[in-house]
């Protein structure tokens, strides 16, 4: 079983709003990723947690917050977002860090910002 | 910043036709994954590559680590419809970390 689930699949805001992303893996991985996608474009990384520690931001303003509560389930945090943040956000997750594994996606939650 | 250079950046071919599709980049890579995205869903796994050289296959697909580690290749033979969709490849930017760059994206479309 390779499944990762996230919640809400579509969720729209206002600028003052706070709200939350969800994502949930049962495959044992340490490893836990978000991603920001718009339309057309590559997935774009921005926070990985490893063993429920945050190891990597790649300088993500903080209206976005994340959170690894235990090594099964990720959130991700959303306050006073901006309308240029409505993208797809994508989570992952991998058994442990490159080059030995493999990362596997959710579905993804369809994010607007109004 | 580095980057993953995918051609072609679309194509559409005829049912049944072979597809074939690489991803370029300017430094080594140590793996290198495929996947596919349909529209609004996330990339689904279709193929991972650890050793230059390698070949590995999953069904219709096959893909190629290439022997200079600063490339890779993705064949679908017998294309069908559902083969629609976007195909990235990707890989870690540095061994041993988390930090996994995708490439721009070759855009399949067939025609029935």
């Known amino acids: 079983d390779t499944e990762v689930t996230q919640t809400p699949k579509h969720l729209v805001m206002g600028m003052t709003n706070k709200k939350s992303l969800k994502c949930e893996q049962h495959?044992?991985?340490?490893?836990m990723y978000w991603y920001k996608q718009k339309a057309k474009k590559p997935p774009e990384l921005m926070f990985v947690y490893s063993y429920e520690k945050l190891s990597i931001n790649e300088s993500v303003p903080s209206r976005f917050s994340p959170e690894c509560p235990n090594s099964s389930l990720l959130n991700l945090h959303l306050h006073a977002l901006q309308p240029e943040d409505s993208a797809l956000y994508l989570c992952?997750?991998?058994?442990?860090?490159?080059?030995?594994?493999?990362?596997?996606f959710g579905p993804g939650t369809r994010l607007t910002v109004t | 910043g580095q980057q993953l250079n995918q051609s072609p950046q679309s194509m559409f071919i005829q049912e049944g036709e072979d597809v074939s599709m690489n991803c370029t980049s300017s430094?080594?890579?140590?793996?290198w994954l495929w996947y596919k995205q349909d529209p609004g869903e996330g990339p689904v796994l279709l193929i991972a590559?650890?050793?230059?050289?390698e070949l590995t296959s999953n069904g219709r697909l096959t893909a190629q680590f290439g022997i200079t580690r600063k490339d890779s290749f993705l064949n679908i033979s017998a294309s069908i419809p559902s083969d629609v969709g976007i195909y990235f490849c990707a890989g870690p930017l540095t061994s041993g970390t988390y930090k996994y760059i995708f490439g721009t994206g070759t855009r399949l479309k067939v025609l029935a």
């Open positions: 590559l650890y050793k230059a050289g």
């Open positions: 430094s080594i890579f140590n793996t």
């Open positions: 495959m044992g991985h340490r490893a």
């Open positions: 992952a997750s991998s058994q442990g860090p490159p080059p030995s594994y493999e990362q596997y």
